[in-house]
């Protein structure tokens, strides 16, 4: 393993991450610019100065991930204002984006509290079961997402290009493949890639959680991020995304390896 960097290669490599993390993100090209965003994430959620290192770093990987579908976009999308079918099922949210948008409730109490009485219907239920029941996102409001702008990245990633399929699969409940144009999913796996090893590059665990619960525990919990920097398993009552494939995760451990000693 080679030597940590010295204070003044890591100010020089900052400056270059700062110059590479301005360029767009050319997925499959030089690897050099997914590993300026990761380094930023880390240092984003490891600022210990900032109110909220998760709430800095997830604010940027959904405004980072927006920049970069751009760049890839195929057209033909479905969805539109208004449409909410997928917003009746369970998401998936790491830690990061969980106290980022636990710090949106906090900032509207009323918020809060309907949030977290409306969180109970769906505490507990399976995958299976949250599929079937089709119990509405808590924070859908006339069909609308009341925190649009800080949607985590599944939601981000959650689009179709066939309404027909939407229905058919999330209100018919139907066996349906959604259709997602694959540079869409290809951004988000980049996007949960770099959040991931971020994560790992802090020593922390990498997990999807359910998003309602673990919003819940982020909100409740005092000194809940805190804790979670400091390595304690705050989340452990939240059920997790177990689909998580092992070769993925792997290519996460591989990448924070190679990248921890330039942070
Ligand atoms: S967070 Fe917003 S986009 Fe995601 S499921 Fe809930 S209402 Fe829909």
């Known amino acids: 393993m080679r030597d940590r960097l010295s204070r003044p290669e890591r100010r020089a490599l900052q400056r270059e991450d700062d110059r590479l993390r301005a360029l767009p993100l050319n997925i499959g090209g030089d690897p050099r610019r997914a590993e300026a965003h990761i380094r930023h994430v880390a240092r984003l959620l490891g600022d210990r100065q900032s109110k909220s290192g998760c709430s800095d770093a997830a604010g940027y990987a959904v405004a980072q991930f927006d920049k970069t579908v751009v760049t890839v976009t195929e057209g033909g999308l479905a969805c539109r204002r208004g449409c909410a079918h997928c917003c009746h099922q369970g998401v998936t949210v790491t830690a990061p984006e969980a106290f980022h948008i636990a710090g949106i409730l906090r900032r509207a109490p009323g918020r809060a509290a309907a949030f977290l009485e409306a969180e109970l219907a769906t505490r507990g239920l399976s995958r299976g079961e949250r599929w079937r ?110 689909s998580m494939a092992p070769q993925y995760l792997q290519s996460v451990e591989r990448l924070a390896t190679q990248l921890a000693p330039t942070l």
């Open 133 to 242: 029941a089709r119990i509405p996102c808590p924070f859908l409001h006339n069909s609308e997402c009341t925190i649009y702008e800080s949607r985590p990245l599944s939601c981000r990633g959650a689009v179709s290009r066939d309404v027909g399929a939407c229905v058919a699969g999330y209100v018919d409940l139907k066996q349906t493949d959604i259709p997602t144009p694959p540079g869409h999913t290809l951004v988000l796996n980049v996007w949960r890639m770099i959040v991931s090893t971020a994560i790992r590059l802090l020593n922390l665990p990498i997990a999807g959680y359910e998003m309602n619960h673990a919003v819940a525990v982020a909100l409740i919990a005092e000194d809940g991020e805190k804790k979670w920097l400091n390595g304690e398993d705050i989340f452990a009552p939240v059920a997790q995304d177990t």
